[in-house]
């Protein structure tokens, strides 16, 4: 699973054309694309020679067996929009969900998010909770990351750092 962060890099685009999640879903997979030739010239360089003759290696061959013949990229954003595989797996295992008990007991009459049999339903369900849990995790690495900030640091910092932790620090403030 691939992220991305809230940059102009990736949202200052013309997202009509191409969703934010796509576009990186198509960055990730030139980018292993390059990574498997990188590894046939290094650990098969007797195969692939200087890499002009158009021979694959072993690595880009066995890309090359993947399903598509590729890496699948799964790609989720910053405010919790998903690529288009993503949001294929979600279908598929909201299917499979609605077609089993759990789809059973799932009812337009119990339920009143939204018309329609168990598939929407469930498929709402699982969107909503993919994206909360795409958001929360992005949340979770940004606070992960302030004990590592310090006094002077341009991204924010501060503080006096001895022998306290910058979060026990600003629990200190919080309660004064």
């Excluded at 007991?105 to 998010?113: A, E, F, G, K, M």
């Excluded at 909770?129 to 910092?157: F, M, P, S, W, Y």
């Amino acid at each position: 699973v691939k992220t991305y962060t809230a940059c102009s890099t990736r949202y200052n685009h013309n997202n009509s054309t191409m969703t934010p999640p796509d576009r990186r879903a198509r960055d990730v997979t030139t980018e292993y694309s390059r990574k498997f030739k990188k590894l046939d010239a290094v650990f098969a360089p007797e195969v692939v020679g200087n890499g002009e003759n158009g021979t694959t290696g072993p690595f880009e061959t066995a890309q090359g067996r993947f399903f598509r013949g590729q890496i699948i990229p799964i790609t989720a954003g910053w405010f919790g929009e998903i690529g288009g595989d993503f949001a294929k797996i979600i279908k598929i295992i909201a299917r499979e969900a609605a077609s089993g008990e759990c789809g059973m007991t799932v009812s337009p009459l119990i339920n009143s998010d939204r018309k329609g049999g168990a598939l929407p339903i469930m498929l709402q369900q699982f969107r909503r909770a993919i994206g909360v849990a795409i958001i929360r995790g992005q949340a979770n690495h940004k606070l992960a990351r302030l004990c590592t900030l310090r006094e002077g640091d341009e991204r924010g910092g501060g503080g006096d750092m001895q022998g306290e932790s910058q979060q026990q620090q600003m629990a200190t403030r919080a309660i004064e």
